[in-house]
């Protein structure tokens, strides 16, 4: 980011396709989850990591963030 916060164009559409990626990812967890599949955690931990550390970082962020808000019903 420069001095007035607004990210370079690169930086921007980078962080979009990961955007997306994350999206995708977690759309397909919480639908497996709610089937009751079991073990979709590190196959889909292994196709974030295929985009990248941060990638894999975030998505672990996000699937314990919708499961802490699951478990308090709010998910």
Not at 44 to 59: P, W, Y
């Amino acid at each position: 980011m420069c001095e007035d916060h607004y990210y370079d164009p690169v930086e921007r559409e980078e962080l979009r396709e990961e955007d997306e990626i994350l999206a995708d990812l977690l759309a397909e967890y919480m639908l497996r989850r709610g089937t009751g599949a079991l073990a979709i955690y590190p196959h889909l931990l292994a196709r974030a990591a295929e985009h990248g550390d941060r990638v894999a970082a975030n998505f672990e962020t996000v699937v314990v963030y919708w499961e802490l808000k699951r478990l308090e019903g709010e998910a």
